[in-house]
């Protein structure tokens, strides 16, 4: 479903709303191309159906996905915001970091760094689900569990993924030596 939304600096851009699952919940995107407007969980369908980007789909199905392909449309408030958010998108599929470790490289403090991701309007487009607490997980919302969900998928699926990738490519039957 397509509809008018207005985003950061006043320009009104056509957005598509879609949703797809994942274990329990109804993830709902709103993005343009490359774009994402804005990522949302849900326990209750969204009133308007739709696609989602298919590296979302992809990533939620536990399928290998690349979602550095899509990119957040808005602008952070402010550069400590940028620099957060950029840092946090540097951490690779299947693991995780601190919010003290995300604090110490961009030179604040962690809960600056908490602010940042309960404020993050696209989670997975910006992995926020993989800084975790000192000595715990921190928080996730709308659900905790979202999170813990989204880092065991992501462990269990990162093995995989590595083994897949330790094989070369099978030679052609008949191919000559």
Same mark, same amino acid.
Not at 28 to 37: I, M
Not at 82 to 91: D, F, K, L, P, W
Not at 159 to 174: E, L, V, Y
């Given at each position: 479903m /397509?509809?008018?939304?207005?985003?950061?600096g006043?320009?009104?851009?056509?957005?598509?709303?879609g949703?797809?699952?994942?274990?329990?919940w109804f $993830?709902?995107? +709103?993005?343009s &191309?490359?774009r994402?407007?804005?990522v949302?969980?849900?326990r209750t369908?969204p009133p308007?159906? &739709?696609p989602?980007?298919? /590296?979302?789909?992809q990533?939620l199905?536990g399928?290998s996905?690349?979602?550095?392909?899509?990119?957040?449309a808005?602008?952070?408030? !402010?550069a400590l915001?940028?620099?957060?958010?950029r840092? $946090?998108?540097?951490?690779p599929?299947?693991?995780?970091?601190?919010?003290g470790e995300?604090?110490f490289r961009?030179?604040t403090?962690?809960?600056?760094? &908490?602010?940042?991701?309960?404020?993050?309007?696209?989670? +997975?487009i910006i992995?926020?689900?993989r800084? #975790?607490?000192k000595?715990g997980?921190g928080?996730?919302s709308p659900?905790l569990?979202?999170k #813990?969900r +989204?880092?065991?998928?992501e462990q269990k699926n990162?093995?995989?993924f590595?083994?897949?990738?330790?094989?070369?490519?099978?030679?052609? /039957? !008949?191919?000559d030596?």
């Amino acid at each position: 479903m /397509q509809y008018r939304f207005i985003c950061n600096g006043g320009e009104e851009v056509e957005v598509i709303s879609g949703f797809t699952r994942f274990e329990l919940w109804f $993830v709902e995107v +709103l993005w343009s &191309g490359d774009r994402v407007y804005r990522v949302r969980f849900s326990r209750t369908r969204p009133p308007e159906e &739709g696609p989602v980007p298919y /590296q979302v789909q992809q990533y939620l199905s536990g399928r290998s996905a690349d979602l550095s392909q899509l990119k957040p449309a808005f602008s952070p408030p !402010g550069a400590l915001y940028a620099e957060i958010y950029r840092e $946090v998108s540097s951490i690779p599929y299947g693991e995780t970091a601190t919010y003290g470790e995300i604090a110490f490289r961009v030179g604040t403090g962690p809960r600056v760094v &908490g602010q940042a991701m309960a404020r993050n309007p696209v989670p +997975l487009i910006i992995p926020c689900h993989r800084v #975790v607490a000192k000595k715990g997980l921190g928080g996730f919302s709308p659900d905790l569990e979202i999170k #813990v969900r +989204l880092l065991s998928m992501e462990q269990k699926n990162k093995k995989r993924f590595m083994k897949k990738s330790d094989f070369s490519a099978p030679r052609n /039957q !008949g191919e000559d030596s």
